[in-house]
């Protein structure tokens, strides 16, 4: 082992010698940058293609046992529901594939004394872990930018053919007894305020949605009430509400039969599916205007703060993680206990899991600010790296 070690010691330094003036002065080597990059993304890579693999696996599982009551139903229709579904895992397991990718990557490194060669040669393990930390925020800001934006289309596209054909039900827009309550200003009418509509039956009908029973409560700025507006019908095309038959009834008035009534609306038939399905559906990009149409509308935006709020967290986990599996892998062997350290390394990387999830619920409940939701678990494990890492280096 000693006679391993010496080689691999002169190896780094003549490579560490061979380097421009320039780079010597550093300590620091491009060439075993570039080196321990592509060992860190091969191995995250590839684990986060099996993790993808193995979710997805059990998603067609499920998909077929949904479908076992549903004859007319055929393989090929959960083939591609399944495979719709492939973006959205990625981006769910991609911190434990960057975990345990960064744990099997600095283990190997340690186990074979490159590692240990390296730092004899001068290289601290905050330069050691420049290059895969960069690579681990490039790949988080990849997914964030490019793989969700394709996930939301494809996520979509698969709560389309869910609803259709595994799903009971009319759809999105069918809530509890078929009502549907909605809230959006009228600035179109004078004096300008907002409108709460009510309707107790719902039907979508391509792009029109087509309601009865409705009862429409205009409000000024202050909340007190303008006008009621009561009509048996009505339809939503083209961002205008048409109510047939309606009548206005005035505080401290009588009835008023007016026939038909058009009001503005800034809502859509497809904005109004969006704000009831999954926040999955909208990519990093489109979240913020929605999400600013759904304040306006009265339609509850915690859910869509909080999955945007974890996207922009999204590669400084990725970061966090790389750095979480530096810390529990690079023990070096002749100390002992690195299958208890790399075990501890995976608890961790379940406990960040756990604590996220929890804090989810909290901010879907709105006990946290979605903000402090979604970067608390980073944060909390970004501090817990540092603190590994400022230990082994320094002791």
Not at 213 to 235: N, Q, S
Not at 236 to 246: E, K, Y
Request: glycine share 8%; net charge neutral; proline share 5%.
């Amino acid at each position: 082992m000693k006679s391993t070690t010496d080689g691999y010691r002169s190896w780094f330094s003549t490579l560490i010698h061979t380097l421009r003036p320039q780079e010597a002065e550093v300590g620091f080597s491009t060439t075993l940058a570039i080196y321990i990059a592509r060992h860190f993304t091969l191995n995250t890579l590839s684990m986060v293609l099996a993790l993808t693999g193995l979710v997805s696996l059990f998603d067609f599982i499920d998909l077929l046992r949904r479908a076992a009551t549903r004859p007319n139903v055929p393989t090929s229709l959960i083939l591609e529901i399944a495979g719709l579904h492939i973006p959205y895992y990625v981006i769910y397991v991609l911190p434990f594939g960057i975990l345990l990718g960064g744990i099997v990557c600095f283990s190997r490194l340690t186990r074979s004394s490159e590692l240990i060669v390296a730092r004899a040669a001068g290289i601290s393990a905050w330069q050691f872990l420049a290059s895969p930390l960069s690579c681990a925020l490039l790949i988080g800001l990849f997914t964030t930018t490019g793989i969700s934006a394709l996930s939301s289309s494809m996520y979509r596209q698969a709560e389309l053919l869910d609803q259709s054909y595994l799903r009971t039900g009319g759809g999105v827009l069918t809530l509890k007894g078929g009502e549907l309550w909605l809230r959006q200003a009228d600035d179109g009418l004078t004096p300008h305020g907002v409108a709460i509509l009510h309707a107790q039956n719902v039907k979508l009908a391509q792009d029109t949605l087509d309601v009865s029973g409705v009862t429409i409560f205009r409000l000024d700025d202050r909340d007190r009430l303008i006008v009621r507006v009561e009509a048996p019908t009505g339809t939503l095309a083209h961002q205008q509400w048409s109510l047939n038959d309606s009548s206005l009834l005035h505080p401290d008035h009588l009835p008023e039969k007016i026939g038909t009534l058009s009001l503005p609306s800034d809502l859509t038939v497809s904005r109004i599916q969006e704000s009831f399905a999954s926040p999955d559906t909208l990519s990093v990009f489109a979240l913020p205007s929605f999400i600013s149409l759904l304040e306006r509308s009265g339609f509850p935006s915690i859910r869509h703060r909080l999955h945007f709020q974890s996207l922009l967290a999204l590669p400084i986990l990725a970061g966090t993680m790389a750095l979480v599996s530096a810390g529990f892998s690079m023990r070096p062997a002749r100390r002992g206990g690195v299958a208890r350290m790399l075990g501890s390394g995976i608890a961790a990387g379940f406990a960040l899991f756990t604590i996220s999830k929890v804090a989810e619920q909290f901010g879907e409940s709105g006990a946290l600010p979605p903000v402090l939701a979604a970067w608390a678990p980073t944060g909390a494990g970004l501090c817990l790296a540092v603190a590994l890492l400022l230990h082994m280096e320094d002791g």
